[in-house]
Nanobody, 126 residues
Framework: VILTESGGGSVQAGGSLRLSCRVSGYMGDGNCVAWFRQAPGKEREGVAILDSDDRTDYSDSVKGRFTISRDNAKGTVELQMDALKPDDTAMYYC?????????????????????WGQGTQVTVSS
C-alpha cells in the first residue's frame, strides 16, 4: 500500500486549501483513512478520519472548518480545509490501516496506522 499526499502550500489566514491522498494497493475491506498533522516541536495529532462506511470524525480544533471525503473516481481521500488559521500550520500526513468493526476515530493513535504518506506542508500566515 502506497499513500501519496498533494495539495499543500501557503495561504493567508481565512483562506482555503484542499489536500488529496491517493491510496494505491488493495487492503481489503474495513479500512480507515485518516489525516494527521505535525507542527514543529509538537506531537503528531489526528485531525480527521473516514471509515469504510464513509462515517467521519474530526478533532475539536478543526471541526466545522475541515471536511474529509472520498473521491472514488480519483481513488483519493480529500481534506478540504477552510477558514485556515496560523495554528493550522504543519506537515499533513495521510494514513490508513484496517480496523475491526470500523473502530477508528480522530483520536486513534499513530501506532494504530501502519501505512503512511510522505506528508505535504501547509503554511498559514497571519
Amino acid at each position: 500500500v502506497i499513500l501519496t499526499e498533494s495539495g499543500g502550500g501557503s495561504v493567508q489566514a481565512g483562506g482555503s486549501l484542499r489536500l488529496s491522498c491517493r491510496v494505491s494497493g488493495y487492503m481489503g475491506d474495513g479500512n480507515c483513512v485518516a489525516w494527521f498533522r505535525q507542527a514543529p516541536g509538537k506531537e503528531r495529532e489526528g485531525v480527521a478520519i473516514l471509515d469504510s462506511d464513509d462515517r467521519t470524525d474530526y478533532s475539536d480544533s478543526v471541526k466545522g472548518r475541515f471536511t474529509i471525503s472520498r473521491d472514488n473516481a480519483k481513488g483519493t481521500v480529500e481534506l478540504q480545509m477552510d477558514a485556515l488559521k496560523p495554528d493550522d500550520t504543519a506537515m499533513y500526513y495521510c494514513a490508513t490501516d484496517k480496523f475491526l468493526m470500523d473502530d477508528c476515530g480522530s483520536g486513534s493513535p499513530t501506532s494504530d496506522f501502519g501505512h503512511w504518506g510522505q506528508g505535504t506542508q501547509v503554511t498559514v500566515s497571519s
